[in-house]
């Protein structure tokens, strides 16, 4: 019986753990050859963060969608930036762009809120997660 209850809990921690990194779930990504930008990167030490995107990227009232780092920045005001997971909450679609002030899921027509990665329209029901990025000047990095 100890048993029992103690898989259980093992399951939810799993179950937790998937829902936090749950970005390898859409199977249906295009795999389209596409360049990184730039190409002058010093060899510099790594920081801790990754290199994303300019604020200059990301419009004012929307978005962009980084499709390798499974990742949508948004601009709601200027010089207010926000990140979200690019996995849609539904069932695990990679949302495709920014639309209207919208992030939108193609799969089923989710749309997501730049504000705040909350649900606009369904059928998802749950927010995009945010996802950590800090501003530097004009430099965005993911973490
Ligand atoms: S997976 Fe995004 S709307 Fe269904």
Known sequence: MGDTTRRRTVLAAGAAA???TA???CG?????GTQAEGGSTPQAAAP???ALAKTADIPVGGGKVFKDEKVVVTQPKAG???????VCTHQGCAVTGVKDGKIVCPCHQSFFKVEDGSVASGPATRPLPAAKITVTG???ALG
């Open 23 to 25: 970005l390898t779930a």
């Open 18 to 20: 998937l829902a936090g």
């Open 48 to 50: 801790a963060e990754q």
């Open 138 to 140: 004009d430099q965005i």
């Open 80 to 86: 207010e930036f926000k990140a979200y997971s690019a």
């Open 28 to 32: 249906s990504e295009d795999k389209a």
